[in-house]
């Protein structure tokens, strides 16, 4: 409860907490309490919406590039996230030596998304195109997110559903294909064989986590061999063409990379914060 690890910090009986204080406490935390600071830094997490293949709708392909058109990244970012993120075009963040500089910027366009929704046949009837669910866990940032996402598309004729969910059902539904869309975080990855294990035809649940059922036989090729090179050169370009292909799919709309933080007392000396949530800093932290 995020409440109480707030007020257990305030009291002194925590002296770490690590990516679990919402942005909204953020924002006064280190003002309000002088005997806490905030540390932060990028990370190795990369948020999405991911889409059900299965689902009649979402499968369309107009609908997804609608969607991912209309969702205003950076507004999002800086006024749920106090600015503590970055756009994502990829799963694997711009630090990664596997990032394909080669992928287009993505862009907010709503105009656009509504041309798109129109040309494929999904006119407006009042106020809505269609109406989709969103499903999303109860942490108070998710929430609010994926209510900011419902808003944007709202703009642009979509009705969205927002269905928070605890941890337990939320990864249930989604692995057994009872959503359409949702949110969620990968977190910690460093290899991009991670492309393998989200979008391989062969990882859907509960052999991977595919759990949008996406299925391309080109991408599934390409996996494999990059899961089979050893130089970097040749990886590097089968991974360019694996990320290009999962853009022009778009089985996710990727959304951005938050960084990780941590909130600290401010007598702990020495904890720095590593890109995959590790805490092996402590080994060599002290109290002050």
Known sequence: NE????????????????NAIS??????????????????????????????????????????????????????????????????????????????????????????????????GFPKKGDFRFEVSLKTTTDVTRISVAKAIASQLKRIGIKVIVEPMEWGRFKLDIDQGRVQLWTLTWVGFKDPDIYRYAFASENFPPNGANRGWYSNPALDRLLEQGREKNDFSDRKKIYDQIQELVEHDKPYIFLWHEDNFAVVTKTLVDFDLYADGRYSALRHSYFQ
């Open 3 to 18: 409440k109480t690890r707030y007020a257990k910090l305030r009291a002194g009986e925590l002296d770490i907490v690590q």
């Open 23 to 120: 942005r909204d406490t953020l924002r006064t935390l280190e003002r309000r309490n002088p005997n806490l600071k905030l540390l932060k830094r990028p990370s190795l997490k990369t948020t999405y919406v991911g889409f059900n293949m299965k689902d009649s709708l979402v499968s369309n392909p107009a609908i997804r590039e609608a969607i991912s058109l209309a969702i205003n990244r950076q507004e999002i970012i800086d006024i749920i996230l106090n600015g503590m993120a970055i756009p994502a075009r990829t799963i694997l963040p711009p630090t990664s030596a596997y990032f394909s500089e080669k992928l287009s910027k993505e862009t907010y366009d709503p105009q656009n998304a509504q041309t798109i929704l129109d040309k494929a």
